[in-house]
C-alpha cells in the first residue's frame, strides 16, 4: 500500500507526502537544507548526499501524482542565524526544479528565520500559514487553535522490535482523528526523526501536540514495502530487555 486516505480526500504517500488529488497538491514538510554545512562548522563532516536524494524523491512524487502546487510546510532551511552559502544554492537548485513543473508556497518554520531574502528573490511565496478546501496547513512550532489542522515540526517516526530487542526505525505520520490533526514525517534523509513509541503529549515539541491527547494518536509508517498503518501509538511495544 504505497497510499491511505486520511480523511475525504486527503491521502498520504509512502513518498513522505500529503497528496490532495482533486486539487493537485503536493504538501511536504522539513527539508533542512545547508545541514550538512551546519555539522561541518561543528567538526563533523558528512557526504553531501541529502540534496540529490531529496531532488531523486521529489521526481518520484512529480512523476506519479503530477501536482500543480507544492506546498512545504516549513523548515525549508536548516541554520537559524544565517543563510549559509550552501542553503543558497541548494534553495535555488531545488526551488528551480520545482517552480519548472509546479506552484510552490513555502509555509515558515522555526528554522526559516532569514528565508524571506532567499524566498523574494527566488519569487517564491513564503506565509505563516497556507489554507485549503477546510484544512489548515501550518509548520507546527506555534500553538494553532484551527481545525482540521497538518502540521510537520516533530520528525515522528516509530521504532518496531523483535523478541530479542532489535528495531527498525521508520518515519512516520501521525495522524490524530477525533482531533483532526495529521503530523507529516520529515523529507530530509538526514533527518530520521523523534521516536514516537508510547509517546506522551509532555514528550512532543510542537505546542499543538502539547495541547492534544496523544493516547489517541495513530501511526502510519513509511517503508520499503509501502506504508505500514501501525494502529495507536500507545499499543505499541516498548523496547524490553530479554535475559
Known amino acids: 500500500m504505497n497510499e491511505l486516505e486520511i480523511a475525504p480526500g ?4 509512502n513518498d513522505l507526502c500529503l497528496i490532495i488529488p482533486r486539487e493537485r497538491i503536493a ?9 550538512e554545512s551546519v555539522l561541518e562548522d561543528t567538526g563533523l563532516h558528512l557526504p553531501r548526499i541529502q540534496n540529490e536524494s531529496i531532488e531523486e524523491n ?23 542565524s544565517r543563510n549559509l552559502a ?20 513555502v509555509v515558515k518554520g522555526n528554522h526559516d528565520n532569514y528565508l524571506a531574502t532567499i524566498a523574494s528573490k527566488l519569487g ?19 500553538d494553532r487553535p484551527e481545525r482540521p489542522l497538518v502540521i510537520g515540526h516533530e520528525h515522528p517516526s ?17 495522524h490524530l482523528p477525533r482531533q483532526k490533526v495529521l503530523v507529516l514525517p520529515a523529507f530530509s534523509p538526514l ?8 509517546i506522551t503529549s509532555e514528550s512532543t515539541f510542537s505546542p499543538v501536540l502539547q495541547r492534544s491527547d496523544m493516547s489517541e494518536a495513530r501511526a502510519i509508517a513509511c517503508s520499503d514495502i509501502g506504508l505500514l498503518n501501525l494502529g495507536p501509538l500507545a499499543k505499541l511495544p516498548r523496547y524490553q530487555r530479554y535475559a
Not at 10 to 13: A, D, E, N, Q, V
Open 58 to 80: 521529489l521526481e518520484r512524487i512529480v512523476e506519479r501524482h503530477k501536482p500543480q502546487r507544492f506546498v512545504i510546510l516549513g523548515d525549508l532551511k536548516h541554520e537559524f
Open 158 to 174: 516509530i521504532r518496531l522490535y523483535d523478541e530479542v530487542g532489535g528495531c527498525v526505525k521508520m518515519r512516520c505520520f501521525v
Open 191 to 198: 533527518a530520521p526523526g523523534t521516536d514516537f513509541t508510547g
Open 124 to 142: 517564491v511565496d513564503l506565509v505563516e500559514e497556507y489554507s485549503l478546501a477546510g484544512w489548515t496547513f501550518a509548520h507546527g512550532h506555534e
Open 86 to 105: 550552501q542553503e543558497w544554492s541548494e534553495m535555488r537548485r531545488l526551488l528551480g526544479i520545482l517552480m519548472e513543473q509546479a506552484e510552490v508556497i
Open 10 to 13: 486527503l491521502l498520504i504517500s
Open 27 to 35: 504538501v511536504i514538510s522539513d527539508l533542512h537544507l545547508g545541514y
